[in-house]
């Protein structure tokens, strides 16, 4: 159950927060929710580039996530990332432990 939703390493306590007590939210592909700090991460929503943008360290998740996805070449990359909000979405989270920002791309 835990790989459903990409929570593998936290407590079942963690686990159970976020599968029972913890408002849900849809994605066109496979949800999955971020951790980080052995934690899960708080979602904050679906957001486009300018919102991305403002958290350099979860815009450079997403590219980096992309390119092991498989997608190398740089302009086509950079053109997919300006244009999130428009058909295509990133799911925004926070640590709630360190502060860190975490995203990742969800094509609808």
Known sequence: FADSYGLDGVSEDVLYEVTRRTPGFHAGQDPHW???????AAFLGEVGYTELAAHPEALDQVRADM??????????????????????TAMLFRCTVCATHLAYADAS
Do not use: K, N
């Not at 971020?34 to 899960?40: E, F, G, I, T």
């Not at 996805?69 to 295509?88: I, K, S, V």
């Open 34 to 40: 971020l951790v980080h700090c052995q934690d899960a």
């Open 67 to 88: 390119r092991i996805a498989g997608r190398h070449d740089e302009d086509q990359l950079e053109y997919f990332l300006t244009h999130l909000g428009e058909g295509a």
